[in-house]
């Protein structure tokens, strides 16, 4: 599913987030450490190897809501923006620290004139936030920031199961 907002592309589709080689920049679901996880951080740091988490470890560690850039090593984009995603029910307010996490990234990625940032699901696999909340939360943070951005012109959702890209599919069909 594509829809046009403020002149920017958004996107939602089912896939492996690293497996976006058409990209710029990825966006991993990080840990506090900025270290090798499961899920989407155990899928990025797989696949641009050893590299990133060394990359990563003299900003590590993170805040819940904050975005440190990494270059990609092996992975087929430039750069990694790692964010770390409010625990649900722990980390309060979940929303706000959710939709600081797509803020934060979204001023990375216009600072490093990132033109493409693909997004997975933020805080909705180990951090337990329920995907139809946390699906219209980042995707009215994007499009609330869609009108300001200058450098980049396609953010991608991309979602690992059906179930999820539903959720996101009719959270972007409600901007
Ligand atoms: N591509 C796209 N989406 C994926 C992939 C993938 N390869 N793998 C899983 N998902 P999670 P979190 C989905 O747990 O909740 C890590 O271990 C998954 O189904 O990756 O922010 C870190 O080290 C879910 O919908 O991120 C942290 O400790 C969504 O991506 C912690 O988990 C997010 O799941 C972060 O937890």
Request: hydrophobic letters at 45%.
């Amino acid at each position: 599913m594509n829809t046009i907002l403020h002149g920017i592309e958004l996107e939602c589709m089912k896939g492996d987030i690293a497996k976006q080689p058409d990209m710029e920049a990825v966006v991993n679901a990080a840990n506090a450490e900025l270290m090798m996880g499961g899920g989407v951080a155990g899928a990025l740091h797989r696949a641009a190897g050893p590299e990133l988490a060394e990359a990563g470890a003299p900003m590590a560690p993170i805040k819940p809501g904050e975005a440190v850039l990494t270059e990609g090593f092996r992975l087929p984009n430039d750069v990694v923006i790692h964010c770390l995603g409010p625990v649900y029910g722990k980390d309060k307010p979940e929303s706000e620290l959710l939709q600081a996490c797509y803020w934060n990234a979204l001023r990375q990625a216009e600072e490093n004139n990132i033109k493409s940032i693909a997004f997975p699901s933020i805080s909705t696999g180990a951090f337990g936030y329920p995907v139809e909340e946390a699906a219209p939360a980042a995707m009215e943070e994007i499009a609330a920031q869609s009108r300001n951005l200058e450098q980049v012109e396609k953010i991608r959702f991309v979602l690992f199961s059906s179930q999820d890209l539903k959720e996101y599919e009719k959270a972007l069909s409600r901007l």
